[in-house]
T-cell receptor, first 115, second 115 residues
């Protein structure tokens, strides 16, 4: 069965620290990859997505992610976090052309940024 | 542009009772999804519709869950009878197309507590 694994359940950083959240998936075929974020009290919203082309994709609010096919990974990065980045982050995968829009989510990583 | 609307936002019921959730997607979005998010986990797809047809309901517990999207616009998800393990946030999402690359827009969710 297809699955998505996020390595860290809770990450605590100070402002200006660099961030990297890990995401690995298990599917050998073509994939479309997403990072969603849920700020406190708000809806899930898209941070960035990858489906083809440059494996380094840039999203909103200074976030970027790199798709490494050989490692089945799609890690999220930000060089300098802010207090406002405190949120829960979800990696999601759409696997296969016949899956329609079906997304498989990881369990999420809660990020706390200390001012 | 109005987002995905869901109601109610919160619901508390006793086990064996029935409950229904309503979702109105973004105008013009052909595809609608219902996800279940149990505390500490990522969202899990229950069912996806393309217009008023079901694309994938493989993870919907059909002995107790049902969903419909009769006119291809808004949708209702029902649980009858509810079990304790149904306590979760039920998320509705919509996308313009049925494509793995398409962004899904999420509603605020309905938090269900089964006592």
């Amino acid at each position: 069965a297809q699955s998505v694994s996020q390595h860290n359940h809770h990450v605590i950083l100070s402002e200006a620290a660099s961030l990297e959240l890990g995401c690995n998936y298990s599917y050998g075929g073509t994939v479309n990859l997403f990072w969603y974020v849920q700020y406190p009290g708000q809806h899930l919203q898209l941070l960035l997505k990858y489906f083809s082309g440059d494996p380094l994709v840039k999203g909103i609010k200074g976030f970027e992610a790199e798709f490494i096919k050989s490692k089945f990974s799609f890690n999220l990065r930000k060089p300098s976090v802010q207090w406002s980045d405190t949120a829960e982050y979800f990696c999601a995968v759409n696997a296969g052309y016949n899956q329609g829009g079906k997304l498989i989510f990881g369990q999420g990583t809660e990020l706390s940024v200390k001012p | 542009e109005a987002g995905v609307a869901q109601s109610p936002r919160y619901k508390i019921i006793e086990k064996r009772q029935s409950v229904a959730f309503w979702c109105n997607p973004i105008s013009g979005h052909a595809t609608l999804y219902w996800y279940q998010q149990i505390l500490g986990q990522g969202p899990k797809l229950l069912i996806q519709f393309q217009n008023n047809g079901v694309v994938d309901d493989s993870q919907l517990p059909k002995d107790r869950f049902s969903a419909e999207r009769l006119k291809g616009v808004d949708s209702t998800l029902k649980i009858q009878p509810a079990k304790l393990e149904d306590s979760a946030v039920y998320l509705c999402a919509s996308s313009l197309l049925l494509a793995g690359t398409d962004t899904q827009y999420f509603g605020p969710g309905t938090r269900l507590t089964v006592l």
